[in-house]
């Protein structure tokens, strides 16, 4: 089975951990917006888009230890434009430069890293993510979330207007199933959904779509939403029929777990089965199990676990997704 996963962070690395049993072949589409951290150094030194999501999933995946620890050797902090850059990065930018092509450089790393999972970029050329809220102001840029949102977004988009990578729209259109990974809405999911050619791919699809929920809110910017909502506003970016699946969360929070988010402006992501209403509404099905890390445990230890997936549980509902229907 050929599986391609979407997404970003730490929720794209889970959804990769959870699938790499059940797949033979996996591809990554990552969004390619970014412009704070390594990022920023990218597209100063090149005219090049946010691809340090790209690689930080190709040293994740490495099948060559020595080689891993190298690549993500950072450069000390000493005030200079390097401090805290992995080692990866400078490698891509000059084989880029070598090369003459950046998808050439990230082919050339996948191979230096033994790397078994093909890393495509959501979108070749520079852009930014925008977000407008309800009180009319323009955010530009994923280092806008480094600090809550004035109020809740209304639209999200991409600037300038850019089309998809056509190496991941070939993947997407030969894949036997697609996994939206779980993660940041505005910051990672949309991102690498909005490039032109990518909702349009999704909705004539004949494997299976699936997007997975994420856990909790993020502080400043889905702090009303259900697990629902966050489904929902990615099915209204892809249009009706993008998805087929939403596999969603179904544990019942402690009272201490509600406290310690709460603590960190965080509510857990609910879902409950009068809420499927509002997927049947956008032609989606739900899938709900309890796919959270077992509670036990005190902070700090514990908020990561509470903010993400167990990954037996997220491979058995993605398994338990791809047969519905």
Same mark, same amino acid.
Do not use: W
């Given at each position: 089975?050929?599986? $391609? *996963?979407?997404?970003?962070?730490?929720?794209?690395?889970?959804?990769?951990?959870?699938?790499?049993?059940?797949?033979?072949?996996?591809?990554?589409?990552?969004?390619?917006?970014?412009?704070?951290?390594?990022?920023?150094? #990218?597209?100063?030194?090149?005219?090049?888009?946010?691809?340090?999501?790209?690689?930080?999933? !190709?040293?994740? $995946?490495?099948?060559?230890?020595?080689?891993?620890?190298?690549?993500? %050797?950072?450069?000390?902090?000493?005030?200079?434009?390097?401090?805290?850059?992995?080692? @990866?990065?400078?490698?891509?930018?000059?084989?880029?430069?070598? +090369?003459?092509?950046?998808?050439? =450089?990230?082919?050339?790393?996948? !191979?230096?890293?033994?790397?078994?999972?093909?890393? !495509?970029?959501?979108?070749?050329?520079?852009?930014?993510?925008?977000?407008?809220?309800?009180?009319?102001?323009?955010?530009?840029?994923?280092?806008?979330?480094?600090?809550? +949102?004035?109020?809740? $977004? %209304?639209?999200?988009?991409?600037?300038?207007?850019?089309?998809?990578?056509?190496?991941?729209? /070939? *993947?997407?259109?030969?894949?036997?199933?697609?996994?939206?990974?779980?993660?940041?809405?505005?910051?990672?999911?949309?991102?690498?959904?909005?490039?032109?050619? #990518?909702?349009?791919?999704?909705?004539?699809?004949?494997? /299976?779509?699936?997007?997975?929920?994420?856990?909790?809110?993020?502080?400043?910017?889905?702090?009303?939403?259900?697990?629902?909502?966050? *489904?929902?506003?990615? =099915?209204? =970016?892809? @249009?009706?029929?993008?998805?087929?699946?939403?596999?969603?969360?179904?544990?019942?929070?402690?009272?201490?777990?509600?406290?310690?988010? /709460?603590?960190?402006?965080?509510?857990?992501?609910r879902y409950e089965s009068h809420d499927a209403h509002v997927l049947n509404a956008l032609d989606i099905q739900p899938v709900a199990r309890d796919m959270l890390i077992d509670e036990q445990g005190r902070a700090p230890g514990m908020?990561?676990?509470?903010?993400?997936?167990?990954?037996?549980?997220?491979?058995?509902?993605?398994?338990?997704?791809?047969?519905?229907?």
């Amino acid at each position: 089975m050929h599986v $391609v *996963v979407i997404g970003g962070g730490s929720g794209l690395f889970q959804a990769i951990k959870a699938i790499r049993p059940i797949a033979q072949r996996i591809s990554v589409i990552v969004p390619t917006c970014g412009d704070d951290g390594a990022d920023a150094l #990218i597209r100063r030194l090149g005219p090049y888009p946010g691809v340090a999501g790209v690689v930080n999933v !190709l040293l994740q $995946v490495s099948r060559d230890a020595a080689m891993q620890r190298l690549m993500q %050797q950072q450069f000390p902090p000493l005030g200079t434009p390097y401090d805290r850059i992995p080692f @990866g990065i400078l490698q891509l930018l000059a084989s880029a430069q070598s +090369l003459g092509s950046l998808p050439e =450089a990230i082919d050339a790393l996948r !191979l230096q890293l033994r790397c078994d999972i093909d890393v !495509l970029m959501a979108c070749d050329t520079p852009h930014d993510v925008v977000t407008q809220t309800s009180d009319e102001r323009t955010y530009r840029g994923t280092s806008q979330f480094a600090q809550p +949102l004035s109020a809740p $977004v %209304q639209t999200v988009l991409l600037d300038p207007p850019v089309v998809a990578n056509p190496v991941a729209l /070939k *993947v997407l259109r030969v894949a036997d199933m697609v996994l939206i990974a779980p993660g940041s809405l505005y910051r990672t999911v949309l991102p690498a959904l909005l490039p032109t050619g #990518i909702g349009e791919t999704l909705r004539s699809l004949a494997g /299976k779509v699936i997007c997975c929920g994420a856990l909790t809110t993020v502080s400043g910017q889905t702090n009303a939403f259900r697990a629902v909502d966050y *489904v929902a506003r990615i =099915a209204r =970016a892809l @249009g009706r029929g993008a998805i087929d699946v939403a596999l969603l969360n179904s544990h019942q929070y402690s009272s201490a777990a509600v406290g310690l988010l /709460k603590q960190h402006d965080m509510a857990p992501l609910r879902y409950e089965s009068h809420d499927a209403h509002v997927l049947n509404a956008l032609d989606i099905q739900p899938v709900a199990r309890d796919m959270l890390i077992d509670e036990q445990g005190r902070a700090p230890g514990m908020l990561a676990k509470l903010t993400t997936h167990d990954e037996a549980e997220l491979r058995m509902g993605v398994v338990t997704a791809q047969r519905v229907g």
